[in-house]
Each structure stands twice: as structure tokens, then as C-alpha cells.
């Protein structure tokens, strides 16, 4: 460390390098004056993290008016993108937690619930259309940023998310062959106590987590890339009405998937717990509620980013560049 | 209130912007300088975080400017928007105080 900056004690990396290469200095200065041979106190550290991120926040466009409506537009949909990432984790633990109903559960003929899950069906479907729609339009100013020679500033991302997805994947058909050798019940975590069940279950919660990293990791990809972009206006309020659509999406299956559970948690817990039909259980599932709870964050994420970007107060116009 | 809502961003008495361009307003100061005469006037202690992300946007928003120094500790004064702007401020601030003394009778013979 370097001894202008002995009183730092590490404060300065919670800003984003611009500021800090402009106010570094003074700051490490003023620490310096404030603390004299004292270190920081956890409070002093705490807000200092906390003015850190908001100015990183602010230097990415997510909070505050610095940067160009045009920047916070695109941040707008770009935080969509990233709580439709999170809500597809979300989505996948419900898929897995509702797997079987509408086939063999128990509440085929309660309306309330069928209609609600068919509900999460259909717009998940829709949601899924209007986000590869949203990819499909800024395919033309991506293959312009890759001729222009732009591959080399993302690809270190594309190669981590690319080797990520080989290992969920790899993970993904073991767990699938693995799979195989089980029943039904076994595969649905009964018969906890035989070990190939718990090699299972551990091998699901893991190729999970593989999976949600290898999504995180292209989501980054995505995000650093359209940072890149030169999107003409057109294309960038194409894409905020099409993250207002996808937000809009996510509050239906979050309201969907709460109607849902409170319709089988009234009528039959147990399937909600994955036990034997008619057997006394709680209507509280720990991982539903989890996915509940991603779910609404996901959706809040979402409906900042919309917010966001109507804040850029840009009336765009055809073929400008933003 | 409309009036509150200035361009400048500036809005509340205690808000770190203006206890920053109304200690600038005596003079140039640095950092650590700034935060003891705004404890010394307002008794509201500025942490590190908090007055650099201030000064941070006064600059962009071209009301205080930064002083040459050979030093680490870098001074800045108020620019002439920023004059105007704190002026426009403690107007506001005034009229607001004078409203307040006058309802509570600490005017004699004023109504509000």
C-alpha cells in the first residue's frame, strides 16, 4: 500500500475507479484529518460502503440523474433483464415444486388453483417471447459492435459463462442418468435414508446451482455487452416497452403462483409438502417460499427498472442514436 | 411545495449541499475544513461518505469548483451558480421561517 493512501484502510474500493482516481486523494486526505491514528469505526465503515455503492449506482445510471436519459433508459431495461434472470430461478424451483400437478395431483378439479397455474403457463410463455424479442431487435447493433472489432472487451465474460454452461450442462445429464435409476417416489426426495436418493438430491441441488450461476454469468455477458451497444432510439423505447411488458408479466405469475399455493394450501397441503395424499401437513413449503419471496424481488427489480426508465423522460425518435 | 423543488437539487435547510455551499460561501476550504465549520454552524456532523458524495454533485452540477493545490487536501469555493443558487435557497428558507415565527407570535404585530 502505498503511503499517501495509509489511511484509505481499504474504503476507497467501494467507489467506482473514476471517482476514485478524481477523488481518491482528497478523500484518503480527509480520512486521514478525521481519524488521525484511529481506525475507522464499523458505523464509518458502513457508510462509507453505502456512499460508495450509490456512487457506483449513480456512475452506472441506476440511482440519480448524472447520467444521459438515453444511459438510464437502457440501465432501465437492462435491470429488467436481470430480475427476468432471477425470476427464470424462480420460475424453475416453482416448475419443480408443482411438477406432477395437473397430471396426478390432487387438486385437478379445483378450478382456482388450475386456473392459476395455467395462468403462470401461458404468460411464462409469453414472458419468454417478449424477452427473446427484446434480444432479437439489438442482434443488428450487436453484429455492428462485433465487426466494429468489439469481441475483445466482452469476451473474458462470454468465455466464463460459456464454460459455466458446459459444467451445468455436464452436471445437468448426469443428474438426468442418475435420475433414471430412481422411481418416481424416490426421485421426489421419499425414502430419503437409501443412498443413491440423498447422492440425488445433492446432485440436484448442486447442477441448481451450476445452472443459476451459468445464468447469472450470461446475464452479465448481456449486460456488459449492451452497455456496448450504439442503439438507436427506436430500439432503445422498443426495448422499454417491452420491459414494461415483461415486468408486467412477472407481477402476473408472482400474483399467480401466490393464488396458487393459497388454493392448494386450503384444500390440500399435502401436496404442497410432497407427502401422501391425505396426510396432515403444513401449507408452508420453505423452498416455495423462497421462491415466493425471489419472485416478488424479481419483480420489484423489474418495476424499478421500468420506472427507471420512464424517469429518462426521453421521447425517442425514429433512427436517432441515443 | 413547487418552491422546493429546485433544479439545483438543493431542498432542505440540513441538506448536505446547502450546509456545504452556505460554509463555501465564507471562503474556500478542503475537506476535513468543510465538515468541521458545518459541525461548528449547524452542529450536524458530515461523515466522509456523505460530504464527498455531496461534493461530488455539487461539482457536476457546477456550483463549487476545485482549487489548484500541491496538496492532497483540495480546497473549493462557490461558483457563481452556486451563489445564486444557495441565495435562492436561504430566500426560501427565510420566508418559510419568517411564516413559522409569525404564526407563533414570535413577531410581534405580523400576521401570516
Redesign the interface.
Known amino acids: 500500500m502505498s503511503p499517501?493512501r495509509s489511511k484509505g484502510f481499504g474504503l476507497l474500493r467501494w467507489y467506482p475507479p473514476r471517482?476514485q482516481e478524481r477523488?481518491g486523494?482528497?478523500?484518503?486526505?480527509?480520512?486521514e484529518?478525521?481519524l488521525g491514528e484511529r481506525p475507522p469505526t464499523p458505523r464509518?465503515r458502513l457508510?462509507?460502503?453505502?456512499?460508495?455503492l450509490?456512487?457506483r449506482g449513480r456512475e452506472s445510471g441506476i440511482v440519480g440523474d448524472?447520467t444521459p436519459p438515453a444511459d438510464r433508459a437502457r440501465v432501465g431495461s437492462l435491470l429488467v433483464l436481470c430480475a427476468w434472470a432471477a425470476f427464470v430461478v424462480a420460475g424453475s424451483s416453482f416448475a419443480k415444486l408443482s411438477e406432477g400437478f395437473g397430471l396426478t395431483g390432487p387438486t385437478r378439479t379445483a378450478s382456482l388453483s388450475s386456473g392459476a397455474y395455467r395462468t403462470v403457463t401461458v404468460v411464462a410463455i409469453v414472458a419468454c417471447l417478449v424477452v427473446m424479442f427484446g434480444m432479437a431487435i439489438a442482434v443488428p447493433s450487436f453484429l455492428r459492435f462485433l465487426r466494429a472489432g468489439g469481441w475483445p472487451q466482452i469476451r473474458r465474460h462470454v468465455v466464463r459463462a460459456l464454460i459455466a454452461s458446459v459444467i451445468g450442462i455436464s452436471a445437468l445429464t448426469a443428474l438426468v442418468g442418475l435420475a433414471h435409476t430412481l422411481s418416481p417416489a424416490q426421485r421426489a426426495g421419499e425414502l430419503v435414508s437409501h443412498p443413491a436418493v440423498w447422492y440425488y438430491q445433492v446432485a440436484f441441488i448442486a447442477t441448481t446451482l451450476l445452472l443459476a450461476v451459468a445464468l447469472g454469468l450470461w446475464t452479465v455477458a448481456a449486460v456488459a455487452t449492451v452497455r456496448r451497444l450504439d442503439l438507436t432510439g427506436r430500439v432503445l423505447s422498443t426495448e422499454a416497452v417491452l420491459a414494461a411488458a415483461a415486468t408486467v408479466a412477472m407481477v402476473v405469475m408472482t400474483a399467480a403462483t401466490a393464488v396458487w399455493w393459497g388454493s392448494i394450501a386450503s384444500s390440500t397441503p399435502w401436496f404442497v409438502q410432497g407427502t401422501p395424499a391425505g396426510s396432515a401437513g403444513s401449507p408452508v413449503n420453505v423452498q416455495l417460499v423462497g421462491t415466493m419471496v425471489l419472485m416478488l424481488v424479481a419483480s420489484i427489480l423489474a418495476g424499478y427498472g421500468v420506472s427507471r426508465g420512464a424517469q429518462s423522460g426521453l421521447t425517442f425518435r425514429s433512427g436517432r442514436r441515443a | 411545495m413547487a418552491r422546493n423543488r429546485q433544479p439545483t437539487g438543493l431542498r432542505r435547510s440540513n441538506d448536505p449541499p446547502v450546509l456545504i455551499l452556505t460554509s463555501l460561501a465564507a471562503g474556500p476550504k478542503h475537506g476535513h475544513a468543510l465538515a468541521k465549520d458545518i459541525e461548528d454552524f449547524a452542529g450536524v456532523a458530515l461523515g466522509p461518505g456523505a460530504l464527498y458524495g455531496a461534493i461530488t454533485r455539487l461539482e457536476e452540477r457546477g456550483l463549487i469548483a476545485p482549487l489548484e493545490t500541491d496538496d492532497r487536501r483540495r480546497p473549493y469555493r462557490i461558483t457563481a451558480a452556486g451563489s445564486a443558487a444557495l441565495a435562492e435557497v436561504v430566500d426560501d428558507m427565510r420566508r418559510i421561517a419568517d411564516i413559522g415565527a409569525s404564526r407563533l407570535g414570535l413577531i410581534p404585530g405580523a400576521l401570516a
Open positions: 499517501r471517482w477523488y486523494d482528497e478523500f484518503d486526505a480527509l480520512m484529518d478525521t464509518l457508510a462509507v460502503a453505502l456512499a460508495g450509490r456512487e448524472s
